[in-house]
């Protein structure tokens, strides 16, 4: 924990998933989620990156413990293929439904062995499973629905079991047809058992859930997580910061929200910065003056991203920053933007989505990361 110049500990925390006093208000989104994993149901949640995702993930799952509940946590993000995911979902059941098992190794052997091809090793943190396939020319898909299986003898009546598989939209890039294996599997073999699919990509996650032909249709019920209410994140902000022993007035945790576009991870790292200043109470200019510290801060790292860029993405972006646009290819557009045709503007957009630097929000396109939008709006 770093401390604030005037001595006091900053309350706020922006780098990594918070728990407990530092978790922004997410009480209903938390209740539902937990509620839904002790009763066996399914959740597709569908959340923006910074938006307190896994915070809430985490939040949930130590409500489940604390009722008895056995959860685990796969992360897909870095998985390649079908042997990559077979894999982290392997060792995030031995490392959580199966969590019970920890020292007591030969009780652990036992029940991988049910999983054949599995060796276990003992390690730091826990055990790890490895995974040899079952045959030369596996697809893997034996080897998941094993796993799965795991998961659901892990559980019982006093013992609901559950499993989060965050960043679940890399299955649709990794192969088409690993969906449908999810919708077999919580279908046929998962009964009783919590899965919640996890997404970064809405279009993508909404694509897989939703529609005539959608791979995951019916598989479960979705919870969106939108921006928390500025009234409520005020509250909060100005809550946090008095109980490290710092004013916040009503008016600078307005303007921090709107500053940080209420997305919450971008709000904590915000208030971090304004809580640092020697001033004793954090008003707007203490807010301005935070502003102007974050983006000194990540200046090189946005100069990196912007020189990365072709020269339509950087018009495209520098125009998005100064303003939304609910269309790219209107004139007024193209005029501000100084792109010269529809077709380039559309292709820019296209690859700027892919890559998550412009996102659809409520007043039309915009930058994603609101502080690079600051700082290209203060290039122009």
Same mark, same amino acid.
């Given at each position: 924990?770093?401390?604030?110049?005037?001595?006091?500990?900053?309350?706020?925390?922006?780098?990594?998933?918070?728990?407990?006093?530092?978790?922004?208000?997410?009480?209903?989104?938390?209740?539902?989620?937990?509620?839904?994993?002790?009763?066996?149901?399914?959740?597709?949640?569908?959340?923006?990156?910074?938006?307190?995702?896994?915070?809430?993930?985490?939040?949930?799952?130590?409500?489940?413990?604390?009722?008895?509940?056995?959860?685990?946590?796969?992360?897909?993000?870095?998985?390649?293929?079908?042997?990559?995911?077979?894999?982290?979902?392997?060792?995030?059941?031995?490392?959580?439904?199966?969590?019970?098992?920890?020292?007591?190794?030969?009780?652990?052997?036992?029940?991988?062995?049910?999983?054949?091809?599995?060796?276990?090793?003992?390690?730091?943190?826990?055990?790890?499973?490895?995974?040899?396939?079952?045959?030369?020319?596996?697809?893997?898909?034996?080897?998941?629905?094993?796993?799965?299986?795991?998961?659901?003898?892990?559980?019982?009546?006093?013992?609901?079991?559950?499993?989060?598989?965050? !960043?679940? #939209?890399?299955?649709?890039? $990794?192969?088409?047809? +690993?969906?449908?294996?999810? /919708? &077999? %599997?919580?279908?046929?073999?998962?009964?009783?058992?919590?899965?919640?699919?996890?997404?970064?990509?809405?279009?993508?996650?909404?694509?897989?859930?939703?529609?005539?032909?959608?791979?995951?249709?019916?598989?479960?019920?979705?919870?969106?997580?939108?921006?928390?209410?500025?009234?409520?994140?005020?509250?909060?902000?100005?809550?946090?910061?008095?109980?490290?022993?710092?004013?916040?007035?009503?008016?600078?945790?307005?303007?921090?929200?709107?500053?940080?576009r209420g997305v919450p991870a971008y709000v904590?790292?915000?208030?971090?910065?304004?809580?640092?200043?020697?001033?004793?109470?954090?008003?707007?200019?203490?807010?301005?003056?935070?502003?102007?510290?974050?983006?000194?801060? !990540?200046? #090189?790292?946005?100069?990196? $991203?912007?020189?990365? +860029?072709?020269?339509?993405? /950087? &018009? %495209?972006?520098?125009?998005?920053?100064?303003?939304?646009?609910?269309?790219?290819?209107?004139?007024?557009?193209?005029?501000?933007?100084?792109?010269?045709?529809?077709?380039?503007?559309?292709?820019?957009?296209?690859?700027?989505?892919?890559?998550?630097?412009?996102?659809?929000?409520?007043?039309?396109?915009?930058?994603?990361?609101?502080?690079?939008?600051?700082?290209?709006?203060?290039?122009?």
């Amino acid at each position: 924990m770093r401390y604030a110049s005037c001595g006091m500990a900053n309350p706020f925390e922006y780098s990594d998933p918070v728990t407990g006093e530092s978790f922004a208000n997410r009480r209903a989104e938390l209740q539902t989620l937990t509620t839904r994993m002790l009763s066996g149901q399914n959740v597709v949640l569908i959340s923006p990156r910074r938006y307190g995702k896994t915070s809430l993930i985490m939040n949930a799952q130590l409500r489940v413990r604390r009722r008895g509940g056995r959860t685990g946590l796969a992360n897909l993000f870095w998985c390649r293929n079908r042997q990559d995911v077979a894999q982290e979902l392997a060792n995030a059941v031995i490392r959580g439904p199966l969590g019970w098992l920890k020292g007591k190794v030969e009780e652990a052997r036992r029940v991988i062995s049910a999983l054949p091809g599995a060796s276990l090793s003992v390690e730091k943190d826990g055990y790890r499973v490895s995974l040899s396939p079952f045959q030369p020319r596996t697809d893997w898909t034996a080897e998941i629905r094993h796993v799965m299986r795991l998961v659901r003898e892990a559980g019982s009546a006093e013992h609901p079991a559950s499993l989060v598989i965050d !960043e679940f #939209q890399k299955v649709a890039e $990794i192969d088409p047809a +690993l969906p449908g294996l999810f /919708k &077999s %599997l919580t279908d046929l073999e998962l009964r009783g058992v919590s899965l919640v699919l996890a997404g970064s990509r809405r279009h993508v996650m909404h694509e897989l859930h939703s529609g005539p032909g959608a791979p995951l249709l019916g598989v479960g019920e979705i919870l969106t997580l939108d921006l928390v209410p500025e009234g409520e994140m005020v509250a909060f902000l100005m809550h946090r910061s008095a109980a490290g022993g710092k004013e916040m007035t009503e008016a600078a945790g307005r303007l921090l929200y709107k500053r940080a576009r209420g997305v919450p991870a971008y709000v904590q790292r915000l208030a971090f910065e304004a809580f640092e200043s020697d001033a004793p109470t954090i008003d707007e200019i203490s807010v301005e003056r935070a502003v102007g510290t974050v983006l000194k801060r !990540e200046r #090189q790292y946005f100069e990196v $991203i912007y020189e990365d +860029l072709a020269p339509n993405q /950087k &018009s %495209l972006m520098r125009a998005l920053a100064i303003e939304p646009a609910r269309s790219i290819t209107s004139r007024e557009f193209l005029d501000r933007s100084g792109l010269r045709a529809d077709s380039s503007a559309q292709r820019a957009l296209q690859a700027l989505d892919a890559s998550e630097k412009v996102e659809l929000g409520p007043d039309g396109w915009q930058v994603t990361d609101p502080f690079f939008a600051l700082w290209l709006a203060g290039m122009v």
